[in-house]
């Protein structure tokens, strides 16, 4: 499989350059030449797959030669070591846990196998590999454990100071070995800024291979289908196939999402669940896209202004605004909506939700008011421990860490405290 940038003025690459460069070198997002459809017996058959079958026939032909089969399955097999249940919550509702991986949310998914293939093509290179990545929590967590140990890589996380939980800011910066975490004194924004500018930096990218670990990186886009198929393994209602609704930031869970229902996997629609940046959802009320500056709520993860794989959701429906209107529907959750949502989903089925899954459970909720008969699943990307200032005041009680996360209690924060300016960045750079 050969990739092409989405702003069509750099060369096809390889699955494997297209991981080591993350973006093209014209500044777009890289795209898979043909979606791939999978075989009618793998879907009509699907209960007889193990999850680990099911998955390596879902990501070959992504993948094509650029890693053999053995160690492919191999890294899809680690990638997807722990359950992905789906729980039901009303009689309509399921919740797809994606929380129980290491970093207890669903980023852990893309990290661990970004980190694997990275991991394994920095065999074949001489230079150490520098993953540059900010954060505003999950993302750092996900990406420091994926990329703990990796020989040939090394991993440097941008955090605000101040601004993650006590569980993000443990899982960014208690790891050791070959990831260091930067505390910045500023936002995440300021965060983000410092890693375009080293990205964009002539002077570093002559002395180091930089490379980003977000959501723009096809390693990291693709495997995020796979929980798609995982959830349908277990849709009792086949005869019905489940609306999906997903909580919303940067568009690229939704995207994986689009692109299993596009290679053959029975979904019948798709909500964009936001909170009020929803620069995504007022594209599907109006017609007319435009980014917006990010706003703060309590679902943070979500607080994207400009959502970086909107462009790609955009090609899988040849940017024709019918028929992504065909397929997706949005919503504007509020805070105050969502902390009440969170209330209720507790008081009225002992379910204790997180901020990003309530905006979605809520958006579902609402969908399904509407079409009758249809059931649904929203997807639960985060553990609510990770979210304990807004859920444990909602719901009166504080909620047990999972044994899963326990340890990091014990262990001592390492960070480097940074001012919020790229030149100080990139001095340490240049003399670590
Ligand atoms: C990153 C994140 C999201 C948003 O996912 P996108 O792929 O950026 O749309 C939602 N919920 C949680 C908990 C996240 O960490």
């Known amino acids: 499989m050969n990739y092409y940038s989405l702003n069509k003025s750099a060369p096809i690459v390889s699955f494997r350059e297209a991981t080591i460069q993350g973006q093209a070198p014209d500044k777009g997002l890289y795209f898979p030449e043909r979606i791939p459809s999978v075989d009618y017996t793998l879907i009509k058959d699907i209960e007889n797959y193990s999850k680990e ?58 990290a661990r196998f970004m980190s694997r293939c990275l991991g394994y093509f920095s065999k074949e290179q001489k230079d150490t590999i520098t993953v540059l990545v900010a954060t505003s929590g999950d993302t750092g967590g996900a990406v420091a454990n994926g990329f703990l140990g990796v020989d040939g890589v090394e991993v440097i996380i941008l955090y605000p100071s101040g601004k993650v939980s006590p569980v993000q800011e443990l899982q960014l910066t208690t790891c050791g070995q070959n990831i260091t975490a930067l505390e910045i004194n500023g936002s995440f924004d300021d965060c983000q800024a410092m890693v375009k500018d080293a990205f964009m930096d002539a002077e570093l990218n002559k002395k180091m291979q930089l490379t980003s670990a977000n959501s723009i990186n096809v390693a990291r886009w693709l495997p995020q289908q796979l929980y798609y198929f995982f959830a349908y393994q277990q849709w009792q209602h086949k005869e019905k196939p489940p609306v999906i609704s997903v909580p919303s930031g940067n568009f690229g869970n939704i995207c994986a999402g689009l692109l299993a229902q596009v290679s053959g996997l029975p979904i019948t629609h798709f909500i964009a669940a936001c909170n009020v940046n929803d620069a995504v959802p007022e594209y599907l009320r109006s017609g007319n896209y435009q980014s917006k500056k990010p706003i703060a709520t309590i679902s943070n993860a979500m607080d994207v202004g400009s959502p970086s794989n909107f462009v790609r959701v955009m090609e899988m429906f040849q940017q024709s605004y019918q028929a992504i209107l ?24 002992g379910y204790i939700a997180d901020p990003h899954g309530a905006v979605a459970f809520y958006a579902l909720q609402e969908y399904l008011q509407q079409y009758p008969g249809s059931k649904g699943i929203f997807l639960e990307t985060a553990h609510p421990v990770k979210f304990p200032d807004t859920v444990e005041s909602v719901i009166g009680k504080t909620i047990a860490i999972p044994a899963s996360a326990k340890h990091l209690l014990e262990k001592k924060k390492e960070s480097i405290l940074m001012t919020a300016s790229f030149q100080d960045l990139k001095e340490w750079l240049l003399n670590k």
């Open 53 to 110: 079958e099911l998955a390596f026939r879902v990501m070959q032909p992504y993948i094509g030669n650029a890693i053999d089969e053995t160690n492919l399955y191999r890294i899809i097999s680690e990638t997807i070591d722990f359950p992905f249940p789906l729980v039901p919550v009303t009689e309509n509702i399921y919740s797809l846990e994606l929380f129980h991986g290491p970093t207890l949310a669903f980023k852990d998914v893309g």
């Open 326 to 349: 065909e397929k997706i529907s949005g919503y504007t959750v509020t805070d105050s909506i969502t902390k009440q949502t969170i209330a209720d989903i507790y008081q009225q089925y």
